[in-house]
């Protein structure tokens, strides 16, 4: 493929302007176009940064369907998933006129499992009518459905606790002895995916992949030329959580409803093997209350010696024990005993690993959830491991986002997944934010570690929110400081004041959209993957510096490793993942041509730090001042 090709099919006169109305020509898209199909001839990797408004996506779309190789695209949210595939993908297909075929393939936790719902309605136990009448319409859908995606099913929220019950996991699985393997929707998804010439799938399905490959096992994907990783940024957490091993107290909970169910179901005959199931269901939830009332990432060692925690451990790794030894004997009796006898065995296992001493490349730590609870190791460098899949695999390799440098550098990128092409690039946004943007930093706030610091935050934005008259993203770094700032604005505002977790995110973002004059508060999941375009967003106000908390037990443990290796984990991770992070937040302000708006950053380091200015470089130049009339002004003039 020749780059005037891809030049041509992404310029003014191309089939793509003719068939997307208002589609612009944009020289970072055609550059960005010819490196994808540079790098899809020669074989080579790329690492690639395209600003907002680039137009990425298409970027990399035009040239892999053109090319004729087999190509996965891994996304890092499901919602971009289905927008690649229900949207972008069929737009270029029908542009280029390329007769490729293209799937879907998500984890399996995402298509309905027809025998898991037959359990769920045998069993009859739910925790709420609600649930009893979830089930209800999920069983009306199951003979409408083709693909069993449960996002078609827009009705139940998919964080709803219902599906748990009606999609399988790899523990619960029956495989090729299910009596509905012939109809299994992820069988059919990962068969259209093998024959398709581009795949859309995400990063935890990457990476549950090469886990398997690593262990070997069948992988998941279909064999392919190229793999790009789009939303890349996100890649090394991802990783890490994969690369590690981890066990949930709802693991445990589940083994132990399946076993009696497929018990009650199958056999039926000694009421102790129920009693045995029930008892490990009262120790799982006994556990979770010996971690302590509180939601909390810790250190294991910071609970590993107390002496009720220690007795609550040992109670669920024995009746864990008990219950594998009543599964032994069944398993020959019945595929769905089998299956939990299987389970059983896994997970006595694991927990007994994730219990005791571990490796010590690795950090030992645990989560506490509401209702439940989840054992961790995490590796603390996934560098080695990731290049040498990256390696085994012997694909092209393009990894693109909005946020990858650091003060223009690829470095720290590279770095945490061990990638060693030099071949990479970086495109600015289109967008004239010299006119369209104005940076402001307030003056006279406290420094962020100060109790009064919110307080002042806010003080802060309500002018400028008055004057802008709605339309604000106020995101902030933590949940504290945001339900602070949620009781310090009640009444104090002539708009509407939304706050995260008052309702689910689509449907807070859906409403914002519509108000066109709101005021929205929240924290890590609005920072990206978030786009408002238009009037509706004028304003993003972030309260400080984005730097990880301290406290994490993850990054605690990777700064002392990092220490005792003679480096500087400041410079070397904590300061760039900030950077990354800001560039974020900041992005969700600018999103079209015609947008304007003031992006208010309150944290003082960014004048009288050193380091101040890394972050200021690392976004897009635009007009920068301390004074607030200045700031009225243009919105006033934005306004009018």
Known sequence: MQDSDVSYLLGEEGPIAKLVPGFAAREQQQEMAERVAAALDTGEHLIAEAGTGTGKTFAYLVPALMSKSKV????????????????????????????????????????????????????????TPEMAHSVIQIREWSVKTVSGDIAEMSSISEDDMIWSSVTSTSDNCLGSDCGYFDKCHLIEARRQAQAADVVVINHHLLFADMMLREEGFSELLPQADAIIVDEAHQLAEVASSFFGESLSGNQLLELARDSEAEYLTEINEDPNFIRIASVLQKLTKDLRLAFGAEQRRADWQSIARDKEFKKALLAVSKQLTKLEKQLNPLAERSKGLESCYERCVELRSRFTKLTTDVPEDHIHWFETHRRSFTLHITPFDISEIFHSQMQSMNVVWMFTSATLTVANSFDHFKQRLGIETDNTAIWDSPFDYSKQAVMYVPESLPEPTAAEYTEAVVEKALPIIEACQGGVFFLFTSHKALQQAAELLDGELDVPLMVQGDKPRDVLLSEFRHYGNAVLLGTSSFWEGVDVRGEALTCVIIDKLPFASPGDPVLKARIDNMRKKGGNPFIDFQLPSAVITLKQGAGRLIRDVNDRGVLMLCDPRLMTKSYGNIFIDSLPSMMKTRNQQKVEGFLKLTNS
């Open 72 to 127: 996965l695209i891994s996304t890092g949210t499901k919602n971009l998933q289905d927008q690649l595939f229900h949207k972008d993908l069929p737009i270029v297909s029908k542009a280029l006129g390329v007769p490729a075929t293209v799937a879907l393939l998500k984890g399996r936790a995402n298509y309905l499992c027809l025998h898991r719902l037959d359990l769920a309605e045998q069993e009859g136990r739910f925790r």
